[in-house]
């Protein structure tokens, strides 16, 4: 599976938040492409990286309720109206269509009565029209709120998730999950040494989580089947 | 009452529908300011355009649900925290915030189960997000739909309801109606010589109307309280 990330920000080099997550994209398969450094946008490159990719990822700050500028200025011209649903074809048709979204207030303040009073749901209407459009199946947002206040834990957490974010196949199952955790750790004992040790203890043990809950539900299950069959 | 128009369009003078609402604005105390013509942002000085501002309108047409980049990048570029809600202080506070959105579909598309599936209501919420932020009035948008496809005497139309949300007191009922029309035609009536014998019919039929209506809801009242004395 590809995944390409379109990631808007005037400033990336000064946001903590964005060098982190780029570190995290360093992935196989996974294509950042920064739409402030593009000179000239190349509109059939864009449309090409798009078509190749299996999972599409818009990721931004919030900036008044809405990505930056430049994110517009990519959409205005790269999803030309033959590209998304021009002609009866669709080029993006089953795509997955992610948001992740960074937010300096805490995911708590956007709902109806808190300091903000609109859901990032609500905020993000314009994108998930355009992935409807174009028939994408819409994956629900990945926010990163407050980054700076996160313990180095955290941030650790954080990039797993967003690890999974890009990679994982979706929906974001107990199932998937698992084969993912798997997966990552056969590939971290291949390669030994740059794994970081932290990570894998990290890894390891949402793995031995995961398993635990899995063997109690599969106990759960077997006794209900076992009471079904009395 | 001083209304500020912000109108972003990137190709403003191949848009009849603009020109033509270019023409419309042509009021006194109505400010079209195009921000796609300004060459460098002067923050200080788009600031006190909303200061002395009475009504701020944003006006632009649909691109992939929502403005075109020119308005985002004014938006991130003159809305500073500070002006909008910083310091426990709201320079823009009840003022009234409207939105112009003109359409290449029909409004009835914008709604669950047709052609776009969502509402422009839902669509411009991040544009009433920041209006609530800076404590402003919303008024309900303004929709110009298929201008193309519309009559000279249905533009003609568009024109006065245009003029009407540009300059009328809000809300727009009845009364505040009679005495914007009441006004325009004396208006009219001093200066003869430039006025358009077609918008003058049109405002005189639409004030004849509206007496009309409101000497039948008179008698209406008149009636009912009769009734509720017998």
Redesign the interface.
């Known amino acids: 599976m590809k995944t390409l990330i379109i990631v808007s920000h005037?400033e990336i080099e000064n946001s903590q938040t964005q060098q982190f997550l780029y570190q995290g994209s360093k992935l196989d398969n996974v294509t950042w492409n920064h739409v402030e450094e593009i000179n000239e946008i190349n509109i059939k490159q864009e449309q090409q990286l798009l078509t190749d990719a299996d999972r599409i990822i818009f990721q931004f700050p919030l900036?008044?309720?809405?990505?930056?500028?430049?994110l517009?200025?990519w959409?205005?011209t790269v999803?030309t109206r033959n590209f998304i649903y021009g002609d009866k074809s669709f080029p993006l048709e089953d795509k997955e269509f992610g948001l992740v979204v960074t937010t300096g207030l805490p995911l708590k303040d956007y709902q109806k009565g808190a300091a903000?009073?609109?859901s990032l749901d609500?905020?993000m209407?314009?994108f998930?029209?355009?992935a409807?459009?174009a028939k994408m199946k819409i994956l629900p947002i990945f926010t990163v709120q407050q980054f700076w206040y996160k313990t180095e834990l955290m941030q650790m957490e954080l990039l797993i998730d967003y690890q999974r974010y890009l990679t994982q196949d979706m929906p974001d199952s107990l199932a998937n999950k698992q084969i993912w955790f798997e997966k990552k750790l056969q590939e971290m004992s291949l390669d030994s040494d740059t794994a970081d040790e932290r990570s894998v203890e990290l890894i390891l043990d949402n793995f031995l989580n995961r398993t635990e809950e899995l063997e109690q539900l599969n106990d759960t299950l077997s006794m209900i089947k076992e009471n079904e069959e009395d």
Chains 1, 2 share one sequence.
């Open positions: 005037p900036y008044w309720y809405s990505a930056p500028s430049g517009k200025n959409e205005d999803l903000e009073n609109y609500e905020l209407t314009p998930r029209a355009i409807d459009k």
